[in-house]
């Protein structure tokens, strides 16, 4: 658990500077969960509007709690909002980046090409950070071939599945997309953490 703790510390910390680094100022985070990389984002002063997207009210209510200082503001920077990332929502689009933290493997695999229409066609933000778990590491945490790390995981896929998915999406769309890694990496078996970042054809290639 410690080890999962600190992986999930530096995701955070890598996606608030990969985030930074592409110059955006307007951020989405889908799949925002209690608020903790809004707790992030917020502290840093060139994100100047942070919306979070969250489909518990449980974990929404959460973030509210814990940002409450960044709503009850004359101008807040924040916004809060429950529904799915999978739903075109006018509300969304038009940001300069979006997040996507260890979010799509939440998702019924039968789903993917909704979520891909509304966050990649509909919403369309400049850019999109996507992390998610390398499956072919979980030997290296004591998993067991087939177990996730969460239940409620719909499922979790080697290096080579996710770039194939990421790079058609991101050639459907309009995008490229620059894969890395979070963790500690093995020789053979890669990053605990697989990362994509799809940047849209009419914005600055920045490193992931």
Known sequence: MTQMTSLHEV?????V???RDTGAKRILDLGCGSGMLLYRLLAEAQFTEVL???QSGISLAQARRMLDGYLNVASPRLSLLQGSYAVRNPRLAGFDAAAMIETIEHMPPGELSTVELAVFANYRPGH???TTPNSEYNPLLGLQDGEFREDDHKFEW???RF???ASGVAQRNGY??????IGDAHPALGYPTQTALFSRFD???VAA
Do not use: K
């Not at 995701?11 to 996606?15: M, N, P």
């Not at 490229?176 to 890694?181: A, D, E, T």
């Open 11 to 15: 995701r955070l910390q890598r996606a």
């Open 203 to 205: 914005t600055d290639i």
């Open 17 to 19: 500077a990969v985030l």
């Open 176 to 181: 490229r997309v620059v894969f890395s890694g």
């Open 128 to 130: 999109v950070y996507m």
């Open 163 to 165: 770039r194939r998915w």
């Open 158 to 160: 080697c290096r080579a």
């Open 52 to 54: 979070g997207l969250e």
